[in-house]
């Protein structure tokens, strides 16, 4: 089976950055859309970055401006470069694999999200 594994977070102050990763195994080829998900204590999981196999990106509002997430196909990981980050931003990220949506606008994020990794925890002091 998909196995995601994420590394990276970690506690910094806000305004500072930091970069997720997400190691990918346990399939071959396999045109996965990849997201990043965050969930803080009390708040539902929020999906924060999405990235299909071909590299279009949507991102959340929240996010948007400040994440960037990318993919390097050879080292079979995804990133999420997280700048300017707030306190707001301090959650549990997660990795997490599925299919793709596309409207007439293009690329509309990850759907049906099959493998999670574990979770990497973020958290930003003002």
């Known amino acids: 089976q998909v196995q995601l594994v994420e590394s990276g977070g970690g506690s910094v102050q806000a305004g500072e950055s930091l970069r997720l990763s997400c190691e990918a195994t346990?399939?071959?080829?396999?045109?996965?859309?990849m997201a990043w998900f965050r969930q803080a204590p009390g708040k539902e999981r929020e999906g924060v970055a999405h990235?299909?196999?071909?590299?279009?990106?949507f991102y959340a509002d929240s996010v948007k401006g400040r994440f960037t997430i990318s993919q390097d196909h050879a080292k079979r990981t995804r990133y999420l470069e997280m700048l300017s980050l707030k306190p707001e931003d301090t959650a549990m990220y997660y990795c997490?694999?599925?299919?793709?949506?596309?409207?007439?606008?293009?690329?509309?994020?990850?759907?049906?999200?099959?493998?999670w990794g574990k979770g990497t925890l973020v958290t930003i002091s003002s």
């Open positions: 997490a694999a599925g299919g793709s949506r596309y409207s007439s606008g293009g690329f509309d994020g990850c759907s049906g999200m099959d493998y």
């Open positions: 346990g399939y071959r080829g396999g045109g996965f859309c």
């Open positions: 990235i299909d196999s071909e590299g279009s990106t």
